[in-house]
């Protein structure tokens, strides 16, 4: 089992900057790429940034690219989620995920945690 705990949410202003952090537990964090995707009131939950299992290899979902850096520490098994140039339209439920493979499908993550609010006002 693995277990995740995402922190870092809050209510921001249009522009403003937030870190999310994801906290893994359990089995060996090296052992899994690391995902963040989110959730708007009524919509679909959607990727937004993976990191490969080393750290080296990222993807970003194209409307984040430029303002979104997602790293990962290995020695704290922690993933970060750094969200600068926050907009209204990034206000969500923001979700990490643990994936085996290296992957962008919400189906191939095995592991979620309970999700933190961003909240973006204009």
């Known amino acids: 089992q693995v277990q995740l705990v995402e922190s870092g949410g809050g209510l921001v202003q249009a522009g403003d900057s937030l870190r999310l952090s994801c906290a893994v537990s359990g089995r060996t964090f090296g052992g899994y790429a690391i995902g963040w995707f989110r959730q708007a009131p009524g919509k679909e939950r959607e990727f937004v940034a993976v990191?490969?299992?080393?750290?080296?290899?990222?993807y970003y979902t194209d409307s984040v690219k430029g303002r979104f850096t997602i790293s990962r520490d290995n020695a704290r098994s922690t993933v970060y989620l750094q969200m600068n140039g926050l907009q209204p339209e990034d206000t969500a439920v923001y979700y990490c995920?643990?994936?085996?493979?290296?992957?962008?499908?919400?189906?191939?993550?095995?592991?979620w945690g309970q999700g933190t609010q961003v909240t973006v006002s204009s």
């Open positions: 990191v490969s299992r080393s750290g080296v290899s990222i």
């Open positions: 995920a643990a994936s085996r493979s290296w992957a962008i499908r919400l189906v191939d993550y095995d592991y």
